[in-house]
């Protein structure tokens, strides 16, 4: 068995060209845990930058919790001087479901009564078992930041109401149940997924 120098030399170029495979994020990712981002802060005493922090690389993927619990970031515009910022980012798009793998979505920046005044870099999102979101962020510019709803992603996927005007019968709880259920593994939830109405 013999080769020449050339084809042993374009051999090596394309295994050392042949990218690595990434990590699974849903296994690889740095949690940010910092309760000022919720959406529900109008706390302006300290205004946080993003593009400012030196405590986040912007490399890698992230998982947003709060008080132990996954959140995600908003869907809607969320107004200006929210989220501990003057100018807060929020996503311009819905969230995967967990068959959707990895997608790229818009993020904007709401600022000077337009809701979508600035475009930062898109990110990427991916949904994972366990029912919580990873994010691979991009710095953004200025003065925004990251938003997270503080509404567990369990909430934010069925926002489900239910209006009682009496005390539902046992066989109404059950028949409940079973269509939130239903309604989860439409949504991509594991099929053995239980519902307890308590």
Aim: aromatic share 10%; proline share 8%.
């Amino acid at each position: 068995m013999s080769f020449s120098m050339g084809g042993l030399l374009l051999l090596l170029l394309v295994v050392l060209d042949t990218p690595q495979a990434e990590a699974d994020p849903c296994a690889n990712y740095i949690v940010l845990d910092t309760s000022w981002r919720a959406t529900t802060n109008l706390d302006r005493s300290v205004v946080r930058c993003d593009s400012q922090l030196t405590n986040i690389s912007w490399q890698g993927w992230y998982r947003m919790v709060h008080k132990t619990v996954s959140i995600r970031m908003p869907e809607t515009c969320v107004p200006p001087y929210r989220c501990g910022t003057n100018g807060p980012l929020w996503l311009n798009g819905a969230h995967p479901r967990p068959k959707d793998g990895i997608v790229a979505r818009e993020v904007c920046g709401s600022w000077d009564n337009n809701c979508c005044h600035s475009r930062v870099p898109s990110i990427r999102v991916k949904a994972c078992p366990g029912n919580y979101i990873v994010y691979k962020l991009a710095k953004p510019p200025y003065c925004f930041g990251y938003c997270a709803e503080t509404r567990t992603y369990f909430q934010q996927r069925l926002k489900l109401k239910m209006v009682l005007q009496r005390e539902p019968s046992p066989a109404e709880i059950a028949q409940f149940s079973l269509q939130i259920r239903e309604k989860m593994i439409q949504m991509g939830y594991p099929n053995d997924t239980t519902v307890k109405m308590v």
